[in-house]
């Protein structure tokens, strides 16, 4: 099991069906296909997720769930095995750096709805968790390369390898090295990613367990940034933004245990679990300024920033296996300690002198305790689950340039109630209510005054069918009310929580194995989202970069016993990037609706069974199979112009276990 005593269980299929709430489990057969260049992209088949592919290499994903998006994934809450990603899980909350590499993931959990009690505090759009690669019983060995083949010769090289296995009949290790070199499709795009892990399970005896991990990630990044409208229709592949890069490193240590308790008092079994972790973080975005695409900088402004980060959650699980009534008790409590250093530097280009801009300094607690009660009802066929979850966040900030400081504290008690029905073996039917939240951000509150949480009110209901094995078709309605969002009032310089917006839709998934043709798998997934200003001058406007539509297929057909050949598809439709949905670019093209697409990738794969019982895979695979021009725009630390997304390129893969 990846998580330990909650509510997501380890992501297996029987899981999922009767799960109360939307989710999507993407396997390790989909991420392995040699058309996926990066986790983020892997997601972009699960409705209701919107990628904004910078890089094509993941290693600095822009992923919005359900129309709300924020600069470096700041409104969604990513976890690798349960553990969070987030550079500091309250303070900044954004994916500014993402220590995952898709050669470690096994498979992505997400979780639309449902999971908000637990798993807080950045909730709202729901949870992500990268799961890894289990640890195998058998010493196992991996080597893996794949060459990406980028336009203008430019190549990428994922290098893979992992050693792991059980020294003895209860101690297992897994040591995973990844390294990502090279350059993607543009100029100015040099990559240079390192991630070393090593994870370990020992088994202590029937009833104790312990997990852990430790690893050390950096990643050196040149960034090519936007292009004007002018420079864009000449060549998109170029880059007129020589000083824009990005650097980063982390070092990561984790672990939980494990015990069961057996029957205590009313309870016939009870697991108690403590999970702990923390990081020393690093990372630094240098970029030239004004940000006109086409213009000449006059200023080099680094941000570099360093974050320390522990966090410790101990849980308990207490069961009541009753002959009319069963009861699934959840009690947890976390505490997170985060100290964050904000420092922006900017050097003149022409004389070289550079002056301090920013010096802050953040000292975060939080302490957050979660109950729930799983009831279930006519032989667990009806369960029904209320829970709450409080949240106690103060963040303390020093200015170190003015010696302003200011203090702040937030508090706030999220309920919810999830029902799930197994109304026959064909039909599941669910639906749940949970309010969550998205704590002040740190830089929130440098102005003086009280910010509170931004609050949000989940509501979904849904259905699976299940006719027979090979079919299976979700379908589900929801809707966020998103208050208090926190604005920037420059009349009385301070943050307030002010904004709102409404975030209503469909998703649905279709996933079909023909009787007459079980070597073929079918997907397809459909999301109808309506977000809405509800506020302000742009009352009844558009979410900014939230598509209406959104549509994938995919199939995956096996054949001749060692191949398999795949094909995917995926449509978006146009979005606006600013509040007044402006429809034409202004001068510098920071603003305008942004066109529609479809992209198609393709891959195929044959398997080499060897005589050692060693096994060799080779694949290829083409993303972008018709080479549309696309493109983004309000990318971090190139805003204006227009963002290129990844071009057609050809990617070819090895991988050989023994």
Same mark, same amino acid.
């Given at each position: 099991?990846?998580?330990?005593?909650?509510?997501?269980?380890?992501?297996?299929?029987?899981?999922?069906?009767?799960?109360?709430?939307?989710?999507?489990?993407?396997?390790?057969?989909?991420?392995?296909?040699?058309?996926?260049?990066?986790?983020?992209?892997?997601?972009?088949?699960?409705?209701?997720?919107?990628?904004?592919?910078?890089?094509?290499?993941?290693?600095?994903?822009?992923?919005?769930?359900?129309?709300?998006?924020?600069?470096?994934?700041?409104?969604?809450?990513?976890?690798?095995?349960?553990?969070?990603?987030?550079?500091?899980?309250?303070?900044?909350?954004?994916?500014?750096?993402?220590?995952?590499?898709?050669?470690?993931?096994?498979?992505?959990?997400?979780?639309?709805?449902?999971?908000?009690?637990?798993?807080?505090?950045?909730?709202?759009?729901?949870?992500?968790?990268?799961?890894?690669?289990?640890?195998?019983?058998?010493?196992?060995?991996?080597?893996?390369?794949?060459?990406?083949?980028?336009?203008?010769?430019?190549?990428?090289?994922?290098?893979?390898?992992?050693?792991?296995?059980?020294?003895?009949?209860?101690?297992?290790?897994?040591?995973?090295?990844?390294?990502?070199?090279?350059?993607?499709?543009?100029?100015?795009?040099?990559?240079?990613?390192?991630?070393?892990?090593?994870?370990?399970?020992?088994?202590?005896?029937?009833?104790?367990?312990?997990?852990?991990?430790?690893?050390?990630?950096?990643?050196?990044?040149?960034?090519?940034?936007?292009?004007?409208?002018?420079?864009?229709?000449?060549?998109?592949?170029?880059?007129?933004?020589?000083?824009?890069?990005?650097?980063?490193?982390?070092?990561?240590?984790?672990?939980?245990?494990?015990?069961?308790?057996?029957?205590?008092?009313?309870?016939?079994?009870?697991?108690?679990?403590?999970?702990?972790?923390?990081?020393?973080?690093?990372?630094?975005?240098?970029?030239?300024?004004?940000?006109?695409?086409?213009?000449?900088?006059?200023?080099?402004?680094?941000?570099?920033?360093?974050?320390?980060?522990?966090?410790?959650?101990?849980?308990?699980?207490?069961? /009541?296996?009753?002959?009319?009534?069963?009861? #699934?008790?959840?009690? =947890? %409590? &976390? !505490?997170?300690?985060?100290?964050? +250093? $904000?420092?922006?530097?900017?050097?003149?280009?022409?004389?070289?002198?550079?002056?301090?801009?920013?010096?802050?300094?953040?000292?975060?607690?939080?302490?957050?305790?979660?109950?729930?009660?799983? /009831?279930?009802?006519?032989?667990?066929?009806? #369960?029904?689950?209320? =829970? %709450? &979850? !409080?949240?106690?966040?103060?963040? +303390? $900030?020093?200015?170190?340039?003015?010696?302003?400081?200011?203090?702040?504290?937030?508090?706030?008690?999220?309920?919810?109630?999830?029902?799930?029905?197994?109304?026959?073996?064909?039909?599941?039917?669910?639906?749940?209510?949970?309010?969550?939240?998205?704590?002040?951000?740190?830089?929130?509150?440098?102005?003086?005054?009280?910010?509170?949480?931004?609050?949000?009110?989940?509501?979904?209901?849904?259905?699976?069918?299940?006719?027979?094995?090979?079919?299976?078709?979700?379908?589900?309605?929801?809707?966020?009310?998103?208050?208090?969002?926190?604005?920037?009032?420059?009349?009385?310089?301070?943050?307030?929580?002010?904004?709102?917006?409404?975030?209503?839709?469909?998703?649905?998934?279709?996933?079909?194995?023909?009787?007459?043709?079980?070597?073929?798998?079918?997907?397809?997934?459909?999301?109808?989202?309506?977000?809405?200003?509800?506020?302000?001058?742009?009352?009844?406007?558009?979410?900014?970069?939230?598509?209406?539509?959104?549509?994938?297929?995919?199939?995956?057909?096996?054949?001749?016993?060692?191949?398999?050949?795949?094909?995917?598809?995926?449509?978006?439709?146009?979005?606006?990037?600013?509040?007044?949905?402006?429809?034409?670019?202004?001068?510098?093209?920071?603003?305008?609706?942004?066109?529609?697409?479809?992209?198609?990738?393709?891959?195929?794969?044959?398997?080499?069974?060897?005589?050692?019982?060693?096994?060799?895979?080779?694949?290829?695979?083409?993303?972008?199979?018709?080479?549309?021009?696309?493109?983004?725009?309000?990318?971090?630390?190139?805003?204006?112009?227009?963002?290129?997304?990844?071009?057609?390129?050809?990617?070819?893969?090895?991988?050989?276990?023994?």
């Amino acid at each position: 099991m990846v998580i330990k005593g909650d509510v997501l269980g380890s992501a297996t299929d029987p899981e999922v069906r009767t799960y109360a709430g939307s989710r999507t489990v993407i396997g390790n057969e989909q991420l392995q296909k040699a058309s996926v260049r990066g986790v983020d992209e892997a997601l972009q088949r699960v409705p209701g997720v919107k990628v904004f592919d910078e890089t094509g290499t993941g290693a600095l994903p822009q992923i919005a769930v359900r129309g709300l998006y924020e600069s470096r994934s700041g409104r969604v809450q990513a976890l690798s095995d349960g553990i969070p990603l987030a550079l500091a899980p309250y303070g900044q909350t954004g994916l500014s750096l993402f220590p995952v590499t898709m050669a470690t993931v096994d498979r992505i959990d997400v979780v639309r709805g449902g999971a908000a009690v637990q798993y807080g505090p950045n909730n709202v759009g729901g949870v992500i968790n990268f799961i890894s690669k289990p640890i195998p019983r058998e010493w196992q060995n991996t080597v893996q390369e794949r060459t990406t083949f980028n336009p203008g010769g430019r190549q990428l090289w994922d290098t893979y390898v992992g050693t792991g296995g059980y020294l003895t009949d209860n101690f297992g290790l897994q040591l995973d090295l990844n390294s990502i070199n090279g350059e993607t499709g543009r100029e100015h795009s040099d990559t240079d990613i390192q991630n070393y892990r090593l994870r370990g399970q020992w088994n202590i005896d029937d009833d104790r367990d312990l997990s852990f991990g430790i690893q050390h990630y950096r990643a050196d990044m040149d960034l090519p940034g936007a292009l004007s409208v002018r420079d864009y229709k000449d060549n998109p592949r170029q880059s007129t933004r020589p000083l824009d890069n990005f650097e980063g490193n982390t070092d990561r240590v984790w672990g939980t245990y494990t015990q069961q308790l057996g029957a205590i008092g009313p309870f016939d079994s009870v697991q108690f679990s403590w999970t702990n972790f923390a990081h020393k973080s690093y990372r630094n975005f240098v970029v030239g300024l004004p940000f006109t695409p086409d213009g000449t900088a006059v200023t080099k402004q680094d941000g570099p920033r360093d974050f320390k980060v522990w966090g410790s959650e101990p849980r308990l699980s207490m069961n /009541i296996d009753g002959d009319q009534v069963s009861q #699934t008790w959840l009690l =947890g %409590a &976390r !505490y997170v300690k985060e100290d964050i +250093d $904000y420092k922006v530097d900017r050097q003149s280009v022409a004389t070289g002198k550079t002056t301090p801009f920013r010096d802050w300094q953040f000292n975060d607690s939080a302490k957050a305790f979660y109950i729930s009660n799983a /009831i279930g009802l006519f032989d667990n066929r009806l #369960t029904i689950t209320p =829970g %709450a &979850r !409080y949240e106690n966040a103060r963040m +303390d $900030y020093d200015d170190g340039i003015t010696g302003f400081t200011n203090e702040n504290t937030s508090r706030e008690w999220l309920p919810g109630l999830t029902v799930g029905f197994q109304a026959s073996d064909d039909w599941y039917v669910y639906a749940n209510a949970q309010k969550s939240l998205r704590p002040p951000q740190v830089t929130q509150i440098v102005k003086e005054g009280q910010v509170g949480a931004e609050l949000a009110w989940n509501y979904e209901t849904g259905v699976r069918y299940t006719p027979w094995d090979g079919l299976r078709v979700d379908m589900g309605l929801y809707r966020i009310d998103f208050e208090d969002q926190i604005v920037y009032n420059g009349t009385t310089d301070r943050f307030v929580n002010l904004g709102s917006t409404r975030h209503q839709g469909i998703e649905s998934e279709i996933f079909w194995t023909p009787q007459a043709l079980p070597a073929l798998d079918l997907h397809a997934s459909y999301a109808y989202l309506d977000a809405k200003q509800r506020n302000g001058i742009y009352k009844g406007n558009d979410v900014p970069f939230a598509s209406r539509n959104q549509f994938s297929v995919d199939g995956h057909y096996r054949f001749a016993e060692h191949w398999s050949y795949s094909l995917d598809g995926l449509y978006v439709s146009s979005a606006y990037t600013d509040a007044a949905n402006s429809v034409d670019e202004d001068a510098i093209a920071s603003v305008g609706r942004l066109p529609a697409y479809w992209l198609w990738n393709t891959a195929i794969e044959r398997q080499f069974k060897l005589q050692d019982h060693s096994v060799l895979t080779a694949s290829a695979g083409i993303s972008n199979l018709f080479n549309r021009e696309y493109y983004f725009r309000g990318i971090d630390t190139s805003p204006w112009g227009r963002q290129p997304a990844p071009q057609r390129s050809l990617t070819l893969g090895l991988n050989y276990q023994f």
